[in-house]
């Protein structure tokens, strides 16, 4: 897991219809959507799926659902 001062990037990302599952060079985190945020927790399968990894890994954006999560918190509250 990358440390306070060690940035977080996601290489990868996988979505399936209970978790979101980030890839970076320490690991796999799968988190549950209720994990993620409560807007995600309650969108349909859909909305979920339309998720962009932004180039350099810093964060995730669902355009669907006017969403960004930035991985480094979004692993370390794993």
Excluded: N
Aim: proline share 8%.
């Amino acid at each position: 897991m990358p440390t306070e001062t060690s940035p977080a990037l996601a290489k990868e990302i996988q979505l399936t219809e209970t978790h979101l599952i980030v890839v970076t060079e320490t690991g796999r985190f799968e988190l549950p959507w209720e994990k993620c945020s409560a807007k995600l927790a309650s969108a349909s399968a859909a909305e979920r799926s339309k998720a962009e990894l932004s180039p350099a890994g810093y964060g995730i954006h669902w355009p669907l659902l006017d969403e960004d999560l930035a991985v480094g918190p979004l692993i370390r509250a794993t």
